[in-house]
């Protein structure tokens, strides 16, 4: 059996290599052009109508698992829409992607529409890349207010809409229930606060058979969870305002650091190795996004999934997820289409397959009333954990220089023993010199 499952996990993790915490990921599968017939634009291009119909270019990023689906999801766009409109999916890696994109608006051979992150949204509209879709809701008839606010939000600049939903995501609290039970654990019952998070990482934590109860990796890219957690914060993104050197976030991290230091997670350990050890059995408890689900399904997991748990000041957890976008200089036919497919994709049987074959929250009202979701356990559970959601610097312009130059070195430290006050310290240093630019 051990080594059937092992097999199992191998062939599950070449499948999920390059998976991305907000959207897409950058996997082996580059620069794929995906349609089902041999006409339109080339390389992109601005999509375009002819005797046969019209053919709408989108480039992505889904370079995994997920992007399988989507293109059978467009698939079945293109052999059913009464509107004689063809999808022609391009799918590459995001840097590519990120390269490609302003060259083409520039030069007026962009595709007829993106799916991207939505932490690329604001600059996009900061550099004039993206067209007002405001009258999207009014076109096309979609009821805006059957979708989560919060959700439909990430995709407005100030009062004007440039982007519209494809997928929504949390980090999550996956834990394994039969480690639960083995230590006399409720494997029901997961831990709701910080205090229980703590004496559930050391219950589950067997150093004799190599078992953890918490993994705590040192490029995790969400710690600011905990900081919101007790009341503390990183970045005020409307004023550059650093908040990081403060007593509430040292304690936190102080708190960590005790909790690494107490054996509950392995030394030095990556979110790539987290992922491997919990679906071995090895780690008790981790917090990653909805795109494990699968994975774990496929391994027949005796798992369950859980909101992130509440510190003295509440809880939160960092948020994420994809827009489809159209490029500025779409002409109005080509935007008229695109209107068609995006509303296709809002229709509840199309969510409904996304979540379900997925594992992503879902995030319509009136899916949620659905008899097969309510059924579903997991998707139960993620919806609802997906009531915490909290911008990460969605959009900030110094956001990667934060995640790359300020959070990850310092967690690493202090994960690996380094006093906390002088990282905290240095790191709010290195902040400073970033927003100050």
């Excluded at 609290?173 to 039969?178: A, F, Q, T």
């Excluded at 956001?399 to 790191?427: C, H, R, T």
């Amino acid at each position: 059996m051990k080594w059937k499952r092992l097999i199992s996990i191998l062939l599950v993790c070449v499948m999920v290599l390059g998976m991305a915490a907000g959207c897409g990921n950058d996997g082996s599968k580059e620069n794929e052009t995906v349609s089902d017939e041999s006409s339109g634009a080339e390389d992109g291009g601005a999509g375009g109508g002819d005797e046969k119909g019209t053919t709408l270019s989108l480039w992505t990023v889904f370079t995994g698992s997920d992007g399988d689906i989507l293109k059978e999801i467009i698939k079945k766009y293109n052999e059913t829409n009464t509107d004689g409109i063809t999808v022609e999916i391009d799918i590459m890696d995001n840097d590519t992607l990120q390269s490609k994109l302003p060259a083409a608006i520039s030069t007026n051979t962009a595709p007829s529409f993106v799916l991207v992150g939505i932490e690329y949204l604001q600059e996009y509209v900061n550099n004039d890349s993206l067209e007002d879709i405001s009258d999207f809701w009014k076109v096309t008839g979609t009821n805006e207010e059957n979708y989560y606010e919060s959700v439909v939000a990430k995709s407005y600049v100030g009062d004007k809409l440039y982007g519209v939903p494809m997928q929504y995501n949390l980090q999550y609290l996956y834990y394994n229930k039969d480690l639960f039970s083995d230590a006399n654990l409720d494997s029901d019952a997961p831990p709701t606060t910080f205090d229980e998070l703590e004496e559930c990482a050391k219950a589950l934590t067997n150093t004799d058979k190599g078992q953890y109860g918490l993994a705590l990796p040192t490029d995790f890219g969400y710690y600011v969870q905990y900081l919101w957690g007790n009341g503390g914060d990183v970045i005020n993104t409307a004023t550059n305002e650093n908040l990081l050197n403060t007593e509430e976030n040292i304690e936190t991290l102080t708190w960590l650091q005790d909790l690494k230091n107490a054996g509950v997670s392995p030394d030095g350990l990556a979110a790539a190795e987290a992922d491997t050890m919990f679906q071995s059995g090895q780690i008790a408890m981790y917090f990653s996004g909805p795109w494990n689900i699968n994975i774990l399904n496929g391994l027949d997991m005796n798992y369950g999934i859980a909101a992130m748990p509440a510190g003295s000041d509440g809880a939160y957890s960092a948020e994420g997820g994809c827009s489809y976008m159209i490029p500025k200089g779409t002409d109005d036919a080509t935007k008229d289409a695109v209107y068609k497919f995006m509303a296709y994709w809002l229709t509840d049987e199309i969510l409904k397959e996304w979540s379900v074959k997925n594992g992503f929250p879902v995030w319509s009202y009136s899916l949620l009333e659905d008899d097969e979701i309510k059924s579903n356990d997991i998707l139960n559970d993620i919806s609802e954990a997906s009531s915490i959601g909290r911008d990460w610097h969605l959009g900030y312009k110094y956001g990667s220089q934060i995640d790359n130059d300020v959070m990850k070195p310092m967690m690493e430290n202090i994960l690996l023993g380094s006093d906390v006050a002088k990282e905290v310290q240095d790191a709010s240093g290195r902040l400073d010199e970033i927003v100050a630019q």
